[in-house]
């Protein structure tokens, strides 16, 4: 099928770099998502695969075959978009076999392609409908099965999702990665959705401002994230980074709040790295769900604290804390009740916390 | 500081209903959230309430006063729109003191006012830049400011933050709630965004298609849904429904070849049924356990790092499970799934009301 490699590849808008440098492989038949917020270079990025945008350095290969110069259409790619281009004067079946025709395909092969797909997306009792009449949610579909069919070795989507409401978003999610494990195409997805790419990739890309801060598992950079950026990004609501010193004294081996409250560190090489990578300001990180909320009284590692807000979002209810200037989130599962300007103490997850230098926002270890 | 009233409203724009039978009563320092899908009348309430439009039967009531017969600019209500309409010419300040220059408050009394508002929001360093020079959470802090500076009868806002991105809108909810609690105002905002309702709302209605299906705090339409349609609305992933029929002699609830006894108190009737149970009510069992346990096979996994979605087939369908932290399975895999019956809900077939809610 396809492995997609990206050397060095740039993009200049101007002034502006949008895509600086980036190194990525991505192996046949996996699904990597393409992550970050608007501006990242993450559409920049996927159109320069499919050949919609040129590159202005660097090299993109399939399969070893530098494909930079070819025309998009040579390239062989399957693409959809945020906003499902499909023939709205056709029906479902129309617009499912037009691909297939231009190709050459002959009728009962044709025939067979479309209703699998069909069935596939779930969309046999619409196959004869015009499309103008469906909902926007099986225009999506219609998108989606339309490429799909085709069976690119290539399937690049954008966004394809965010049009759409909440539960069918999630509906898709799952329809989505049951595609890919049927076809086996190599998938790149380009979203600022954190859920989206935590739930389908087998690799995720974290991008910001032109430049890839990480890329691995969805479990490895939830995980281990390599700064306070990826960090931050990954996970709702967001990991906790809290300022905190480290090795105040010369024999110390707390990390100490400037609030009050501390957390012992064991792991020498992990002090001896914090120590000679920073002057000892770091950044704490805890995610919400490993926080425990204890009684203020408590004595395990941790920090005093004070019910701010409870938010319910329904199966998880999200608890907020006053930490001296600093708000810490936790959660909880529903039906938890913590009262408002309660005081109780958030005791932090041994294994789980992450060290980041406080100056360059780089991972030092966890904890 | 008033409460908001709609007595038996109904608009019509010719033939299309915007909204009906409409009586709802948001009482005084309320944050009270109009939910529901696109075009289903929340932001015609809002046009309501503001005397945008004038409705054709009923009547609206601002501080327990009607005010058919006030026009908008009487009516002593704030509104933020979901695009921000500031003036892109004037700076922050000169935006805030807009509404009260109007009003031709003093110089004196503006500068003190925008002095408080814009501690308020943290906006105090941003007030000689013009909105270009801002980001989208800081142009939509002062659109709120230019709200706030007026201190009216109530605010209205019409999806304030549903343009920013979701790291944003998360940080800003939680803002909204505190400068509410702060301000003692009524709020009343409107939102297609169901965890942002639920996360900022005392009271929350939920609408289609014209009418208000229910109202309630946020615990009550999450775990005491009166129907399907609102339990479908609310929580994500979505709440999952096993079709089928029940029977309320026996007990015994069936769906092709899946059965089980299931003791909904107080349910005599029998027929055309559906049950619903949320992602986190089930659980994967190594058998025993649960109170209704069943066989199924791994869809697919969605690892979200402090949760998992794992789905599940049953036969065709497929089930959507939430379990806490990072465990793995293999696709295909045949598990058990249970859930306790007091976990789940109950609803009528044909008309989608619930017979049994979930304790």
């Not at chain 1, 100490?256 to 064991?266: D, I, L, S, T």
């Not at chain 2, 939680?174 to 009343?188: D, Y």
């Not at chain 2, 769906?255 to 107080?266: L, R, V």
Request: with cysteine; charged share 25%.
């Amino acid at each position: 099928m396809a492995t997609i490699e990206l050397k060095s590849l740039t993009k200049q808008f101007g002034q502006l770099l949008a895509v600086n440098s980036l190194d990525l492989l991505i192996p046949d038949r996996k699904f990597v998502a393409l992550l970050g917020p608007s501006g990242c270079g993450k559409t920049t990025t996927m159109n320069m695969i499919a050949g919609i945008e040129s590159a202005s350095d660097g090299e993109i290969l399939f399969d070893g075959n530098n494909v930079r110069t070819l025309p998009a259409r040579q390239r062989g790619v399957g693409f959809v978009f945020q906003n499902y281009a499909i023939f709205t004067h056709m029906t479902v079946y129309e617009n499912l076999a037009f691909g297939l025709r231009s190709r050459g395909m002959k009728g009962p092969e044709i025939e067979k392609k479309v209703t699998d797909m069909a069935e596939l997306m779930r969309l046999t009792d619409r196959l004869h409908w015009p499309s103008a009449r469906l909902s926007v949610n099986e225009m999506q579909k219609v998108a989606i099965g339309r490429s799909a069919v085709t069976e690119p070795a290539i399937f690049l989507l954008d966004e394809p999702l965010s049009n759409l409401d909440a539960a069918f978003r999630a509906f898709m999610r799952t329809e989505l990665k049951h595609l890919q494990h049927q076809f086996q195409q190599t998938m790149v997805y380009v979203t600022h959705d954190q859920i989206e790419a935590m739930s389908l990739a087998d690799m995720i890309a974290v991008m910001n401002l032109g430049v890839l801060q990480q890329y691995g598992t969805p479990i490895e950079v939830y995980n281990r994230p390599n700064n306070t950026f990826v960090a931050n990004f990954m996970g709702s609501p967001s990991m906790n980074l809290l300022d905190a010193t480290i090795g105040g004294g010369d024999g110390s081996t707390r990390i100490e709040f400037p609030g009050g409250g501390q957390f012992e560190v064991n792991d020498e090489d992990l002090l001896r790295r914090c120590k000679s990578a920073t002057t000892g300001a770091i950044k704490f990180g805890a995610r919400p769900e490993d926080i425990a909320l204890e009684p203020s009284g408590h004595t395990g590692d941790g920090v005093k604290a004070k019910v701010n807000f409870v938010e319910p979002i329904g199966p998880r209810t999200i608890v907020h804390l006053a930490v001296g200037e600093e708000i810490i989130k936790v959660v909880v599962p529903k039906g938890s009740g913590f009262e408002l300007g309660s005081d109780v103490k958030a005791v932090f997850p041994k294994g789980k916390c992450h060290i980041f230098d406080a100056e360059t926002g780089n991972a030092i270890g966890l904890e | 500081m008033a409460q908001l009233e709609f007595n038996d409203v109904t608009k019509m724009y010719g033939d299309i209903v915007a909204v009906k039978d409409i009586s709802l009563t948001i009482s005084d320092n309320e944050f009270f959230c109009i939910f529901g899908p696109p075009s289903c009348g929340k932001t015609t309430l809002l046009r309501l309430l503001l005397g945008l439009v004038q409705q054709d039967t009923g009547s609206v009531l601002i501080g327990g006063k009607d005010v058919t017969e006030v026009g908008p600019q009487e009516r002593d209500l704030a509104m933020v729109f979901q695009n921000l309409a500031l003036f892109p010419h004037m700076t922050a300040y000169e935006n805030l003191a807009f509404p009260l220059v109007e009003r031709k408050v003093s110089k004196a009394d503006i500068k003190a006012r925008i002095g408080e508002v814009a501690e308020t929001l943290h906006i105090t360093p941003l007030l000689k830049k013009i909105p270009a020079h801002l980001s989208g959470g800081e142009r939509q802090r002062v659109a709120i400011g230019r709200a706030l500076v007026r201190d009216p009868a109530a605010f209205l806002m019409d999806e304030p933050i549903a343009a920013l991105d979701a790291r944003l809108r998360e940080e800003m909810r939680v803002e909204l709630k505190r400068l509410q609690r702060e301000l003692n105002h009524t709020l009343v905002y409107v939102t297609h965004d169901q965890e942002e309702a639920m996360s900022i709302a005392d009271r929350m209605a939920i609408m289609e298609d014209g009418r208000i299906r229910q109202v309630g705090t946020p615990d009550e339409i999450y775990n005491h849904p009166n129907g399907r349609y609102v339990a479908e609305l609310i929580g994500s992933p979505p709440m999952n429904f096993i079709d089928g029929a029940f029977d309320g002699a026996s007990k015994r609830f069936s769906a092709g070849d899946f059965e089980m006894s299931i003791g909904f108190e107080g349910v005599s009737a029998s027929g055309a049924a559906s049950i619903g149970v949320r992602p986190e009510d089930f659980r994967v069992t190594s058998g025993g356990g649960a109170e209704i346990e069943f066989d199924a096979n791994v869809y697919e996994v969605e690892p979200l790092g402090g949760f998992t979605i794992v789905d599940c087939n049953i036969g065709e369908k497929v089930l959507k499970v939430q379990i806490p932290g990072q465990p793995t399975f293999e696709l295909g895999q045949a598990i058990k799934l249970g859930f306790d019956s007091k976990r789940a809900h109950l609803f009528d077939g044909p008309s989608g009301d619930v017979l049994a809610s979930a304790a």
